[in-house]
């Protein structure tokens, strides 16, 4: 018979599962973010394994939301975001100001580490902390919210302070719509500047309306004849933009008007209509998924075709029951493996987890 004494060595002992002090864990130096905010507190999670990291919304249209990153997503997001940073003539060696820390959630680091950027933070997130890290550390590349970036670089003019900051600047602004007005003032100074769209739920999307992602379709909007939404491998952002053949204010080249954003009304939801993997139920999970961390409704038909040479997805706008005045227009298709290769890829994440029992001993569902 086992005595306790001997039970309790083998508690001690047998590494089947971690005390506290052995989980591993993500700082927020370790997902490149550790900087301040005034917006933030700082809160230990337990995070799933089966998520690379934990962000979350901003929340410019609703409740900020918790955003899960999957470990499938991230070749798509590493590359946009290099994408993004080669158009913006970034190179290996320069050295960029994050105003605020999240954003690097939406490169994600390994972008950055791999790109040879290295990055900072404010020591605070006010606009004279800005100012004197200009002046003070010089920096090549400068990330941040346009409006914020604008009124500090004003100051620093109207305090006769140009000759103390850096010599040439590259301006990303992101996290909110472009304020024209920073345009003069950057030009002013001459520097160049840069209108970075994306979310902490996708990663980086367009710069100066070029699309960074092969898996991105344009799609009509419900919004207007002029407008169209960016649908990024099957899954609708909400957001709508005027697509102008005059080009963005930062780039002839590019179409998508990321400054003229509205939301989508109503929003388009996804319907999946075929699928080329053999389980309805792998597809549901997958839908639930998607609504908990990418907050973007996926539905499931009645006739979901299994095993179909290729994906098919209908983007359908939403409806309100009971109230007639919105019109139903013809569902939006999308078909095949570029088009839909974010949804293959949350599917492709939910498969991995399904194939992986959890860790925890201490936790286990039976049929």
Not at 114 to 134: K, T, V, Y
Not at 179 to 189: M, Q, R, S
């Amino acid at each position: 018979m086992l005595s306790l004494d001997e039970l309790e060595l083998l508690v001690a002992c047998v590494k089947s599962a971690p005390t506290l002090e052995e989980m591993p864990t993500r700082r927020l130096i370790d997902k490149g973010i550790n900087g301040p905010t005034a917006a933030h507190v700082i809160e230990e999670v337990h995070t799933p394994l089966n998520v690379a990291y934990l962000s979350f919304t901003t929340g410019s249209s609703a409740f900020q939301n918790i955003v899960g990153v999957t470990y499938q997503e991230l070749g798509e997001r590493i590359a946009a975001s290099r994408k993004a940073l080669d158009l913006c003539g970034i190179g290996a060696g320069e050295r960029m100001l994050v105003t605020y820390a999240p954003l690097v959630n939406v490169f994600c680091p390994d972008a950055l580490k791999q790109h040879g950027i290295e990055w900072s933070f404010l020591p605070r997130s006010s606009r004279d902390a800005l100012l004197l890290a200009l002046c003070k550390e010089k920096p090549g590349v400068l990330l941040g919210e346009s409006s914020f970036l604008r009124v500090t670089l004003s100051q620093a003019i109207e305090l006769g302070l140009q000759a103390e900051l850096p010599e040439r600047l590259c301006i990303i602004t992101a996290g909110t719509p472009l304020d024209l007005e920073l345009l003069p003032v950057a030009k002013a100074l001459g520097y160049t500047v840069h209108d970075l769209y994306g979310c902490q739920e996708f990663g980086w999307l367009t710069l100066d309306g070029v699309p960074l992602r092969e898996d991105i379709s344009l799609v009509a909007s419900p919004v207007g004849a002029d407008f169209c939404e960016v649908v990024v491998g099957g899954l609708p952002m909400g957001d709508s933009f005027p697509y102008a053949e005059e080009g963005h204010i930062c780039n002839p080249a590019g179409r998508v008007l990321t400054y003229k954003r509205v939301r989508t009304h109503p929003e388009y939801e996804v319907v999946v209509k075929a699928t080329s993997r053999g389980s309805r139920e792998l597809i549901e999970r997958t839908a639930r998924t998607i609504l908990r961390i990418k907050g973007r409704i996926v539905k499931v038909s009645q006739n979901l075709r299994l095993n179909a040479p290729e994906n098919e997805l209908h983007l359908v706008p939403g409806s309100i029951p009971g109230e007639n005045d919105i019109p139903q227009a013809d569902p939006v298709i999308l078909l095949g493996a570029t088009a839909t290769r974010l949804f293959d890829c949350m599917v492709e994440a939910q498969s991995a987890l399904q194939g992986n029992s959890k860790k925890d001993p201490a936790w286990i569902k039976r049929r």
